[in-house]
């Protein structure tokens, strides 16, 4: 089947993946023939924003779409949401797949839309996914602070419910440290 873009790519934290962001990454994959999905602030990990890993994120991601995506880190640099973050998106894209996206794919977020202002030659397309399930990654956090497993499960894909019990346990140890390098 012929899809209209050849790469899309999706740039998050993923701290957790919830199927929201499984709606976005499905439309991705019905859309272009490689979807690339950037793991943003990956070296973050243990604290109450970041409290995952860049390899459990990636598990997260792999766990549902297998070799459907390709997953890749990326660490923040400390430029903020800026067209220099943007070429710095694109810099990794480019090294991990050897060409530019023509497609961006996310939430529609005040902070994405300057990413690639004054980028010359770029054509890229950008897709803003409306949130049709109101939920984020903060709320599926705060459900595993109130040892609320159900509705936890009302927002997850079932291929990680048995990880709970383990992912609360490191979101309960992260509740201590406030600290973070990431923007």
């Known amino acids: 089947m012929d ?3 050849s790469l ?3 740039v998050g934290r993923f701290q957790t993946m919830h199927i929201g962001h499984e709606q ?3 439309i ?7 979807v690339g999905i950037f793991i943003g602030s990956s070296q973050e ?4 924003k970041n409290p995952f890993s860049y390899e459990i994120r990636r598990g997260f991601i792999k766990d549902v779409f297998g070799d459907a995506v390709k997953v890749a880190p990326l660490p923040d ?3 903020g949401n800026n067209s220099r973050w943007g070429e710095y998106v694109l810099e990794n894209v480019e090294k991990t797949f050897g060409k530019q996206p023509d ?3 996310s939430g529609k977020e005040a902070r994405r839309l300057d990413w690639f202002d004054g980028i010359r030659g770029l054509t890229i397309a950008e897709l803003y996914i409306p949130k049709s399930i109101d939920i984020s990654a903060s709320e599926m956090r705060s459900y595993f602070l109130q040892n609320n497993k159900e509705v936890w499960k009302t927002y997850m894909n ?3 419910w048995d990880k709970y019990d383990m992912l609360r346990a490191i979101v309960e140890a992260s509740q201590r440290i406030e600290e973070t390098s990431s923007l």
């Open 3 to 5: 899809k209209p873009f």
């Open 8 to 10: 899309g790519i999706m």
């Open 24 to 26: 976005m990454i499905q």
């Open 28 to 34: 991705a994959l019905d859309l272009c023939q490689e």
């Open 45 to 48: 990990s243990g604290t109450q």
């Open 77 to 79: 640099i400390g430029v």
């Open 103 to 105: 497609l961006l794919i």
């Open 158 to 160: 079932p291929k990680q």
